[in-house]
Every structure is written in C-alpha cells, then in structure tokens.
T-cell receptor
Framework: AAGVIQSPRHLIKEKRETATLKCYPIPRHDTVYWYQQGPGQDPQFLISFYEKMQSDKGSIPDRFSAQQFSDYHSELNMSSLELGDSALYFC?????????????FGSGTRLTVV | GENVEQHPSTLSVQEGDSAVIKCTYSDSASNYFPWYKQELGKGPQLIIDIRSNVGEKKDQRIAVTLNKTAKHFSLHITETQPEDSAVYFCAARPGSARQLTFGSGTQLTVLP
C-alpha cells in the first residue's frame, strides 16, 4: 500500500540558508500534518492543512511557512535557518476534516544545519 | 491544551518478559489514544489505538488499557522479542482537535 512520501530524506544546510521539505500524502488523504522532532524528543506539532487550507497551527516559527497544493502534496519552507532547527521533520496524512483514526507518518526528513 | 506524560523514559526487559508503559493525559475531552513505535531513523508507526468508549483492546502480543476516570492509559507487550526494541510514544487527541499530543517517549530495550 502507498505510504506518505517525504523528500529529501536528508538535507544539510548552512545557517541563514533556506530549505524546502516536501510531503506527498497517501492517495485520497486530504489532510497533512507537519511535526518537528528534536534529538531524543517527542514529535512537536507545527502546522496542518485540510483541503489546501491551513487548519491548525502549532509551534511553528515565523521563519517557517507551509502550504498544501491542489494535488494535496505539501511543502514546508524554512528560511533564515538556525542551528536549533536541526531535527527530524515528519509529515503525516489522514482523511477528513476531523480524522477518527491515527495518522500515517512518512519516514521523515533529517535536516542538519551547520 | 492537552498534556500527556509518559513513564518510564527507558525500560529494559529480558526477552520473553512483559513490558508496560504508562501515560496520563490532562484533557478529559480526549477520546482517542494511539500508540506509536519508532525505530531509529524512521517515522512513528501506529501499532494500536483505543477510543474512550472502550476499556481494553488487544492485538496479538500488544494490548492497551484505558481508565477514563483516572485519565491514564497503558501499553502492555507480552512475550517481548528483540525486534520490539524501539522508542514507543503514546498520544492523545480531544474530540474537537485534529492534531495529536505526544508523550515524551519510552526507549524499550529487549535483552536477548
């Protein structure tokens, strides 16, 4: 079965650079969630989209923005990168405005800021 | 908002023994409680979940119990195997919310 696809798997950027992470949800899933997981930490919710509109906002820095496109894939744009942005970034998808089940997570993008 | 606490942070058991991980939640409106297993370098994988209208759910060697009154839920793994070694996260979601709130995780090590 198709899963959530994230790209790239690994990304190395320098401080103050920008990065773009991509997420392709499971086919027919219309909701996408972005989470950030620091080393040894639990996943922290950043932002979510339902039907191409932002639905919830968590602890996403102002330097980050995201959007969901007409094909339901989503991109997380990160600018003015800081060392503290180094983390695993996970995307998850679900079906429906108020999902009744758990998400399916992608394998994540490991961002390293040097 | 919801706050989820998870204990213990690390757990080592001998192969074949049982492992129990406990979580408490703060929002009485939470009605969905999934458990995720995360292996190194991979995304969290849903292994079992329970809803607030159920007290216990079992799937082979894995079971989850929920005590709504005390606002806590637990993951039970029986006959543990080395491949059960991973980080386990509990999570909770209020009915009015879309996102999950995660616990801090438990590093389970099953010793052969």
């Amino acid at each position: 079965a198709a899963g959530v696809i994230q790209s790239p798997r690994h990304l190395i950027k320098e401080k103050r650079e920008t990065a773009t992470l991509k997420c392709y949800p499971i086919p027919r899933h219309d909701t996408v969630y972005w989470y950030q997981q620091g080393p040894g930490q639990d996943p922290q919710f950043l932002i979510s989209f339902y039907e191409k509109m932002q639905s919830d906002k968590g602890s996403i820095p102002d330097r980050f923005s995201a959007q969901q496109f007409s094909d339901y894939h989503s991109e997380l744009n990160m600018s003015s990168l800081e060392l503290g942005d180094s983390a695993l970034y996970f995307c998850a998808s679900s079906l429906g405005r108020y999902p009744t089940d758990g998400y399916t997570f992608g394998s994540g993008t490991r961002l390293t800021v040097v | 908002g919801e706050n989820v606490e998870q204990h213990p942070s690390t757990l080592s058991v001998q192969e074949g023994d049982s492992a129990v991980i406990k979580c408490t939640y703060s929002d009485s409106a939470s009605n969905y409680f999934p458990w995720y297993k995360q292996e190194l370098g991979k995304g969290p994988q849903l292994i079992i979940d329970i809803r607030s209208n159920v007290g216990e759910k079992k799937d082979q060697r894995i079971a989850v119990t929920l005590n709504k009154t005390a606002k806590h839920f637990s993951l039970h793994i029986t006959e543990t195997q080395p491949e059960d070694s991973a980080v386990y996260f509990c999570a909770a979601r209020p009915g009015s919310a879309r996102q999950l709130t995660f616990g801090s995780g438990t590093q389970l090590t099953v010793l052969p």
